[in-house]
C-alpha cells in the first residue's frame, strides 16, 4: 500500500513539471505570435519592415522595441514616425529595451529585407519573411535547434506576400496605386 502511495507521488509530480514546461513553451508561441503581428502591423502600416536601416539617421542603432513602441525619445520618433503602440508591454516582459522569454533572455528575430522569401537562421533556410525564437529552457541560442522554440517550425508561416500587403496598406490609408 505504501509503494503505490509512492508511485502515485512520483506520478503526480511528474504530470505536474510536464505541465509546467507545456505551459511555457505555449506561453512563448504567444509571444512570438504578438511580436510576428506587431512587426506585420508596422509594415501594413508604414509600408516597411521595422529595423530597415534606411530609414534611419546614418549610424543610428536601436532596437526592435524603439519600432513597435510609442516613445517621446527623438530616435525613437524617427523609428515611429506616428509614435503608435504596436506591441503592448502587459502581454510580453521588456527590460532594457528589448523583449524577453519565460527565461528571462531576448528573443532572437530575423526579417527578410531582400524579399527572397527565406531566411538562413543559423544553418537553417527557413521559408518565412519573419523568424522569431527563443533559446528555450537551456538559455542557449541554438538558432531554432535543440531545445529553441522557434516560431516557424510551429507556425508554418509561408513568405509574406509583398504585393498583397501593399494593396493592403494603400487601400487602408486611402492611397493612390500607382500604374
Not at 32 to 50: D, E
Not at 77 to 97: Q, R
Not at 148 to 156: M, N
Not at 158 to 173: A, L, S, Y
Request: some cysteine; overall charge neutral; hydrophobic content about 35%.
Amino acid at each position: 500500500m505504501r509503494c503505490l502511495h509512492v508511485l502515485f507521488v512520483i506520478i503526480l509530480l511528474v504530470t505536474s513539471c510536464t505541465r509546467g514546461v507545456q505551459s511555457r513553451r505555449g506561453r512563448e508561441l504567444t509571444n512570438m505570435g504578438n511580436i510576428y503581428s506587431s512587426i506585420v502591423s508596422y509594415n501594413l502600416c508604414y509600408g516597411y519592415y521595422p529595423g530597415k536601416s534606411n530609414h534611419l539617421p546614418d549610424g543610428a542603432i536601436t532596437s526592435l522595441v524603439s519600432y513597435l513602441c510609442a516613445s517621446s525619445n527623438q530616435l525613437d520618433v524617427v523609428a515611429n514616425p506616428k509614435n503608435l503602440w504596436f506591441i503592448d508591454y502587459d502581454i510580453v516582459s521588456m527590460v532594457n529595451g528589448e523583449i524577453l522569454d519565460t527565461w528571462g533572455i531576448p528573443y532572437y528575430c530575423i526579417i527578410d529585407y531582400d524579399d527572397k522569401g527565406y531566411l538562413m537562421v543559423g544553418s537553417n533556410r527557413v521559408s518565412c519573411s519573419i523568424a522569431i525564437w527563443s533559446s528555450g529552457s537551456n538559455r542557449i541560442n541554438e538558432y531554432g535547434n535543440g531545445d529553441d522554440i522557434a516560431d516557424w517550425k510551429i507556425s508554418k508561416r509561408k513568405p509574406i506576400d509583398k504585393h498583397f500587403w501593399e494593396t493592403h496598406r494603400r487601400q487602408n490609408t486611402n492611397e493612390v496605386m500607382k500604374p
